[in-house]
């Protein structure tokens, strides 16, 4: 809700309720934004001025990277400003080089080498395996406060640098160097591996619940009820719950990029045409 909207909804809408005299629900807690802006002005739909909802759709971006950049400069606290430079930076170096760099390597790794299957936990977790679950637990501790309170900016952020967690440690265990050399320890960073995806779906799907989506069918996980409390059944839970979220020998379909890099001139195409000198 707009920061313009704050006087109706929090003084006059319930002075005419309580008038009334009736049992009705009263306002609890309201969250407002402040203005985004556009570029160097302001958005304005009369001349043209930046791009909407029907434009969106005409530029070819899936919806997860135009849900991930507004929210990831949601004006919570001050005004903010759609940058198409920015856009394209956050889809380039957020979303494909830590989200879609983890979760494609991972999974098209897994599909090649283990029969399309979740590996099983086939050796002892290491220190460095205790240290990745717990950092993502400690994370999402963070995440369920955050979240509570709703600041939405600052829970993706969190979600964001728990995909970092997940990219840092399939960078730094290498399953694919050593699958020839200790293939039990290979098998055992791609449960991890795969597990933790299960979870940074489920904390995404808030946000940009079309890449939730992808990945559940990557994984071929079919979503149930359960999905719906699953957050709620992992928090307070030893980290090792994690490890029981994407059963050992459960079949994994083929992977597919989810993100596409956006270039300059793009950028520069899309920021003409939405300049209202059309």
Known sequence: MGKDNVPFHCVVF????????????????INTTEYLNYESGKFSKTRGIGVFGDHAA?????????????????????DS????????????????A???????RALSYT?????????????ELLDIDTKFLNDIFEKLEAYFVSMEQVKIRESLKLAMSISSVCNGYFQETEPFKIFKTNYERCSTILNLTLNAMR??????EPFIPSFSAKIYEQLNLQRTQKDEVLLSLLRGKPSTSLLSLVPAGHPINQSAPIFKTISEEDCQKWREQFSGKQ
Request: charged share 20%; no cysteine; aromatic share 12%.
């Open 58 to 78: 005409q530029t070819g971006i899936n919806s997860e990277v135009w849900r991930y950049y507004l929210l990831s400069i949601r004006p919570e606290t001050q």
């Open 81 to 96: 400003l759609f940058n198409w430079d920015d856009f394209a930076s956050k889809n380039n170096n957020e979303l494909i």
């Open 98 to 104: 830590n989200l879609g760099n983890f979760t494609n």
């Open 14 to 29: 319930p002075s005419t309720l309580l008038a009334t005299k009736s049992n009705w629900t009263l306002l609890h807690h």
């Open 111 to 123: 599909f090649k080498n283990f029969e399309a299957k979740v590996p099983e936990i086939k050796s």
């Open 199 to 204: 979870l940074l779906s489920a904390i995404l």
